[in-house]
């Protein structure tokens, strides 16, 4: 993939709405530094303090984006705590700033990163530091320094991504019934809910099981089973049924036609459900 004359930082947060004055003071930091850049809201709308989110908006987006992207992620409830910051380079050469709190544990695995460092380099941060706000005065200055061609090296130490927190997702697969228990990663504006089953074509990935267009599921959530078809566009079914689809990102996601599945069946982030096959 070709390298870009104009980079890109790409913005991942938890601010909401309401805080889109916290963007923008990390946008003026970042433009101050690179007025060149160009800068993408990924999404500014994480549920607050979501590990669990982050990481699915991450893992799924980042991959669309050409080499030499810069992402900050600024989820971040441990701020001003002894959590680290790490700066990261992976092997599609692109570039993540962010706490280390659990959010690239479940993004890349330790292959996947060619180079990390703690973020330590006081010489690379917006002055005076507020212990409130790191990602106005840590990360997004350090990731416009990256867009400046600034060598991780510069901002730290050495960091081995085998020792990322971890923020283990629920994910049992029992081969015998053809059951997987797993957790709900991602709820989208319609309501629909995204597990963490991923889905290559119609295969389940890691197992032998099948999902064709048309075949039952059971779904057990809190002790009430749920019966759907899996099918592949939310007008096969009628009205208000609950289905199970591949959603666009490939995973095996909750759905109701024409109505919203975490309101009606009450799935939240994070929760655990079961499936039969």
């Known amino acids: 993939m070709a390298k870009l004359d104009k980079k890109i930082i790409g913005l991942v947060t938890d601010f909401g709405a309401k805080g889109l004055h916290y963007v923008a003071s990390m946008k003026g930091i970042i433009l101050k530094i690179n007025p060149k850049v160009k800068i993408i809201d990924i999404s500014h709308n994480i549920a607050p303090f979501s590990i669990i989110e982050t990481s699915y908006v991450v893992k799924t987006t980042h991959k669309y984006y050409p080499e030499d992207t810069v992402f900050i992620v600024v989820v971040d409830p441990g701020v001003g705590s002894s959590r680290e910051i790490v700066a ?70 050495s960091f081995n991504p085998s020792k990322f927190v971890k923020y283990p997702l629920k994910y049992e697969i029992s081969p015998k019934n053809k059951k997987i228990t797993c957790v709900i990663q991602y709820i989208d504006t319609f309501g629909n809910g995204t597990t ?68 009606e069946i009450g799935i939240e982030l994070g929760d655990e459900i079961s499936f039969s096959f």
């Open 88 to 157: 990261i380079k992976t092997v599609n050469n692109q570039f993540f700033v962010g706490p280390d709190n659990g959010i690239f544990s479940n993004v890349f695995s330790p292959d996947d990163i060619v180079e990390c460092v703690t973020v330590e380099n006081q010489n690379y941060f917006f002055k005076p530091i507020s212990k409130m706000f790191h990602g106005r005065d840590i990360m997004a200055p350090v990731g416009a320094y990256i867009t400046k061609n600034v060598p991780l090296n510069n901002f730290g130490p």
């Open 196 to 263: 963490n089953i991923p889905l290559q074509e119609n295969r389940i990935l890691g197992t032998s099981i099948i999902v064709e267009h048309g075949k039952k599921i059971v779904m057990l959530y809190k002790n009430q089973e749920y019966r759907g078809k899996f099918t592949s566009h939310f007008e096969s079914v009628p009205p208000k049924s609950i289905l199970f689809v591949k959603g666009s990102f490939g995973y095996l996601e909750v759905s109701i036609n024409l109505g919203n599945a975490a309101k």
